[in-house]
């Protein structure tokens, strides 16, 4: 009797401390938990749907003081302009001081890959896919090398701004997005543009 006794007044000591401290922490923070990471997941096609609510967690979370933000990526990709406009959001939490990690759960395929590429770092399950972002346009008709280039050049332009802001390898970004980029090794160890394979580089 006395052991379930003390037992039920350590409880109750423990509760009332719990209480105190988030009560507290609630008045300091107005009544919003303060957190250091966030976790966004970006999962299934990329829309405005997507982006309106990307925002709106954005919001929640800088309201709750986060500095590092995760964004879970499981996605083939979607519609261009609402991933261009998703990734230049991502890229500017980067430039406010708000650290951005992509961890890709399946698949970041296309406009899964953008949005990767426009975070600090990025990290992957083991048998995770991430690449192909060659622009896709519906047609039944093979168009010319002059307008698949037309479509190409700007995301192509957008994985080289996003590998230099990053550090990752430029060459094999711009491979990602146009395949007729040719990549070759060297076993050169000062190559300014590259990533270290092992004694071999990419250039």
Sequence with gaps: MTRKLVAAILAICCSLSLSSRVASAQEEGKG??????????LDDVVDWHML?????????????????????????GGYLDAIDDIADVIANLSRSGIKT???IINKALSG?????????EIAMQRHATFG?????????????????EKFESPVR?????????????VALAKAMVSPDCL???????DE??????????II
């Design 183 to 189: 990549l070759y090794t060297s076993d050169a160890a």
């Design 112 to 120: 899964g890959a953008y949005l990767a590429m426009a975070c600090d």
């Design 52 to 76: 309106a609510t990307v925002k709106r967690r954005l919001k929640e979370a800088k309201a709750a003081g986060a500095r590092h933000v995760i964004f879970e990526i499981n996605s083939y």
């Design 157 to 169: 332009a957008r994985f080289e701004e996003y590998a230099r802001q990053h550090g990752y390898p």
């Design 132 to 148: 192909d972002v060659k622009p896709i346009i519906a047609t039944l008709q093979e168009l010319p090398d002059d307008i698949k």
């Design 192 to 201: 300014l543009d590259g990533v270290d394979l092992g004694g071999r580089r």
């Design 32 to 41: 919003v938990p303060r957190v250091n990471v966030a976790i966004i997941p």
């Design 101 to 103: 990690t992509a961890f």
